[in-house]
């Protein structure tokens, strides 16, 4: 799972669901998903080779 920090929680290692790989207009990866204890919007940095990681893997889905 891709892991994210909750500011409404202030939990750091969070496992994000409904994960969605995005980029940026610069060309970074982004994955962006929900807080699993409270629903908050989460997202995350990612780099390249994690981001195609995450969506091999299937933990995050294509969203661009």
């Known amino acids: 799972m891709v892991e994210a920090y909750c500011v409404k929680c202030k939990k750091k290692g969070q496992k994000m669901k409904e994960a969605m790989m995005t980029q940026t207009s610069r ?3 982004m994955a962006k998903g929900k807080c699993p204890d ?3 919007s989460m997202c995350a940095m990612m780099s390249k080779e ?3 990681k995450a969506m091999k ?3 995050a ?3 661009f």
Do not use: V
Request: hydrophobic share 15%; with cysteine.
């Open 61 to 63: 889905k294509k969203a």
């Open 57 to 59: 893997s299937g933990e």
């Open 50 to 52: 994690n981001a195609e």
């Open 38 to 40: 409270c629903g908050t």
């Open 27 to 29: 060309g970074g990866y």
